[in-house]
């Protein structure tokens, strides 16, 4: 059987749209009537092959999974990786085109499923405050950078970067930043020394727009 081409998929489709039914407009494009019914309902993508072609997620609820990961992730919420999990099994449920097992999905779904969005990525969580991430939207960096050059301008400081000192405070612990990856040999523990000392220490540092730092 000769691969039909996607213009006459969404040509016939289009046709249907127009008010044709789906077995005129099947005979009219030389189609089968069930395949071009799985297209039209999105069982199936347009450029599918000859064979058994039925998808867990439809394309429309596929996309809909992946605005929702990005708005999450534009407002400071990322999805974690079981929430995506509950998320794409509850999409295959309301695209309702095959029966699900109870594991669905799995681990190998899910990263298929990724690997097919290049544009997401699985990366180790950062903690964002809710007062910071509230100040994080490109309104808010904006309106800041604007009220930035617009004072510089007064103040003529635009090309003068050593007159432009910023600083900010870090707390520094004894004990250091928790486990971190070490070389042994087989067999040993991988013990390190550390202070018992858990007493905080506080550093404020002090540097310029031109790279210079306050002694």
Sequence with gaps: MTKV???TWEAAIAAVAGGLSERKA???YGISRGPLHQRINGLVPLEARRGPQLVYITEGADRGVV??????A???MCVGYEELRSMLRVAAETAGTRPLTDDFPNDKF??????????LSSRTAQLLDVDRASASTADVVLHYFNNLQSVMKTLDLLDKPNRIWNCDETGICPQGRGRVRVICPKGLRANVQR???RENVSIMACVNAAGERMP
């Design 74 to 76: 534009l407002h400071g």
């Design 26 to 28: 099947a005979k009219a």
């Design 195 to 197: 202070s018992a000392d």
């Design 67 to 72: 605005e929702m990961v990005r708005y999450r």
């Design 110 to 119: 899910t990263q298929r499923w990724l690997a097919k969005h290049p544009d």
């Design 5 to 7: 081409p996607v213009e």
